[in-house]
């Protein structure tokens, strides 16, 4: 694997990377395929028979969902094993959060529960707060939940105005305000809220037991979609809390609360790979069964087009979800060899990676919302009757683009702080960037030969990333400190970011695959690629163009557009033949294997 001391997030943009570097999900090894299989199996002997039920949100059963999840150990997979756990790598709750991710509702209640309700404790709590709450959330004899957003507080965290004010016998902080979107909220045992104490200006973080008395809620939402998981609004009126119930430091909540975010973000980014693919098995079966002018529809090069473009889209995604969290699981290595505990070890590893944790959320989330739109057209008609199983996975899949932060905070996130990190001198963002664009006066119109195809994409990663850096020198010199300020601009860069790394994933992936498969079985994955690269290639020029057109005129924005059109051209692709390549691979298999 990649060395963690050398790699850190966002230096992909300036780095050479090969495919020994990464890993990808052809390696998972016996332990985790049977963990993965274990998944599997509960959805479709547990959840799956229950959709409607659980969407009626049927008093008691979510509970008991996620109460015999815990008894096969689900619940317990992060948790170190000396409370009760199973102390599983991250790199294996990844491929477990895959699988549970097609679970609809349940998805978001476990998830939930296992992430952003039970981590803050495995991360920050101190011995006793582990040993008392750990245990039981393992089981699933307590459920969890996350309270941090409020009415006037939602992707600006530290506004709000939760107060919690030590007792006159400092025994207690007595909690006042509200809490909205609460997933779990109906049936939670185990709270973590986020309040100031006193006059603070920064949050701190409490494990609150749902049972003290002050605590009240309103009925459940009435959401458009995730119909199943109980989302309520919390209310705390003069709720007293022990004050050894006060997680990490005081003042230590914001903090905790950015770093169970990332997590959250990365989470996600696996988590919608499982609806992806369940959603694209029933998308082909659809298809290889439904007939119209005496043809079966999977035959039509319009819907082939359609499935094609959803198997891309969730291997490409997974292919980057994946090398990210083996990048988190050794750096996590690299911490505990410095001392660390394991908990605290991860959630720094995270952090590190805080650039690809938000990008995976962005593409994981609008890659999701494609395969699910375009489900809903290939079942045509029946794609908008509630009779079928489309319209479920098209209204759920709606949330995850503000879940963990709008995807709109997180483009803004991701190149925000990899251009920070360039400032900071955490990699040579700004010489690397520098030495590109001093180079454009000089650059050759030429189309180079290259000794095979492997070569050639590498080639094409290495100019899309001058491409990148391009754009970020010429927009960090134009704006200098008021760079955030030009949002539209910082989304140009952020989508330039997640095109480049996606591609770069890929094609990392593929590479490696040649040491696992013989030439004819990794084609289909070569038409992948090039589909992909084509079209990011594309989407890359039109970013870089919009943001240098945004700021620059005369003769240097023309001399900026020449380097941009000569660093994103790719050579022709054939994309229908490989497009329906994949396709016919996907239609004979009747579902995703790829």
């Known amino acids: 694997?990649?060395?963690?001391?050398?790699?850190?997030?966002?230096?992909?943009?300036?780095?050479?990377?090969?495919?020994?570097?990464?890993?990808?999900?052809?390696?998972?090894?016996?332990?985790?395929?049977?963990?993965?299989?274990?998944?599997?199996?509960?959805?479709e002997s547990e959840v799956f028979p229950m959709l409607d039920r659980i969407d009626k949100q049927e008093l008691g059963l979510m509970p008991k969902l996620l109460s015999k999840a815990g008894e096969l150990g689900l619940l317990a997979i992060s948790i170190p094993e000396e409370y009760e756990g199973f102390g599983q790598s991250f790199l294996t709750s990844m491929r477990a959060n895959e699988s549970l991710g097609a679970g609809y509702s349940f998805t978001v209640a476990y998830s939930a529960h296992v992430g952003i309700g039970t981590m803050p404790i495995v991360y920050y709590g101190n011995e006793l707060q582990k040993r008392k709450y750990l245990p039981k959330l393992a089981t699933g004899e307590w459920i969890a939940a996350y309270c941090l957003t409020e009415p006037n507080a939602g992707s600006d965290a530290n506004s709000g105005r939760t107060k919690a004010i030590l007792t006159d016998d400092g025994k207690h902080y007595l909690l006042n305000?509200?809490?909205?979107?609460?997933?779990?909220?109906?049936?939670?045992?185990?709270?973590?809220?986020?309040?100031?104490?006193?006059?603070?200006?920064?949050?701190?973080?409490?494990?609150?037991?749902?049972?003290?008395?002050?605590?009240?809620?309103?009925?459940e939402e009435n959401k458009m979609g995730i119909k199943g998981s109980s989302t309520r609004q919390i209310f705390f009126n003069d709720v007293k809390v022990p004050v050894e119930n006060l997680l990490g430091c005081r003042g230590g909540g914001f903090r905790i609360a950015?770093?169970?975010?990332?997590?959250?973000?990365?989470?996600?980014?696996?988590?919608?790979?499982?609806?992806?693919?369940?959603?694209?098995?029933?998308?082909?079966?659809?298809?290889n069964e439904r007939k119209q002018f005496g043809s079966l529809i999977s035959s039509f090069g319009a819907i082939k087009h359609k499935l094609a473009e959803q198997v891309i889209r969730t291997f490409t995604n997974e292919s980057a979800v994946y090398r990210t969290s083996m990048n988190i699981e050794e750096a996590a290595k690299m911490n505990m060899a410095a001392g660390l505990e394991k908990g605290k070890a991860e959630i720094e590893a995270i952090a590190r990676f805080s650039v690809e944790c938000a990008m995976l959320k962005v593409y994981g989330s609008e890659v999701l919302d494609f395969v699910v739109d375009e489900a809903v057209q290939i079942y045509g008609g029946m794609g908008y009757s509630a009779e079928a199983p489309i319209d479920r996975a098209y209204r759920d899949s709606r949330i995850n683009r503000i879940f963990e932060g709008t995807n709109e905070i997180n483009r803004l996130l991701a190149a925000d702080s990899a251009i920070k990190k360039g400032q900071k001198g955490d990699f040579d963002l700004f010489g690397k960037a520098r030495a590109i664009f001093e180079s454009i006066d000089f650059l050759e119109d030429i189309e180079p030969e290259f000794p095979g195809y492997f070569e050639e994409k590498f080639?094409?990663?290495?100019?899309?990333?001058?491409?990148?850096?391009?754009?970020?020198?010429?927009?960090?010199?134009?704006?200098?400190?008021?760079?955030?300020?030009?949002?539209?601009?910082?989304?140009?860069?952020?989508?330039?970011?997640?095109?480049?790394?996606?591609?770069?994933?890929?094609?990392?992936?593929?590479?490696?695959?040649?040491?696992?498969?013989?030439?004819?079985h990794i084609s289909i994955y070569q038409d992948i690629l090039d589909v992909f690269v084509y079209d990011a290639a594309a989407k890359m020029t039109k970013a870089g163009k919009d943001a240098v057109n945004s700021f620059e005129e005369g003769d240097l924005q023309k001399k900026l557009n020449r380097a941009l059109d000569i660093f994103t051209r790719v050579a022709p692709v054939n994309v229908k033949d490989a497009?329906?390549?994949?396709?016919?691979?996907?239609?004979?298999?009747?579902?995703?294997?790829?």
């Open 579 to 594: 497009r329906r390549r994949i396709a016919d691979r996907l239609i004979y298999d009747t579902r995703y294997t790829f």
């Open 258 to 287: 950015l770093s169970i975010l990332h997590m959250g973000r990365i989470k996600l980014g696996g988590i919608v790979l499982g609806a992806a693919k369940r959603t694209i098995n029933q998308s082909v079966n659809y298809a």
């Open 459 to 520: 080639h094409y990663i290495n100019n899309l990333k001058k491409a990148v850096l391009l754009v970020i020198h010429a927009f960090s010199e134009r704006y200098r400190k008021d760079l955030i300020i030009e949002q539209e601009i910082m989304m140009n860069v952020a989508d330039m970011m997640i095109q480049l790394y996606i591609s770069e994933s890929t094609l990392l992936r593929v590479d490696k695959m040649r040491k696992y498969f013989d030439k004819k």
């Open 177 to 219: 305000g509200q809490k909205m979107w609460i997933t779990n909220g109906g049936f939670a045992d185990v709270l973590t809220v986020f309040a100031k104490i006193d006059n603070d200006r920064v949050l701190s973080a409490f494990i609150v037991e749902s049972h003290l008395p002050g605590i009240s809620m309103n009925p």
């Open 1 to 43: 694997m990649e060395d963690s001391k050398n790699t850190i997030g966002g230096d992909f943009l300036i780095k050479e990377v090969t495919s020994e570097d990464i890993f990808i999900p052809e390696e998972f090894n016996e332990e985790q395929k049977m963990i993965t299989q274990t998944c599997d199996d509960f959805l």
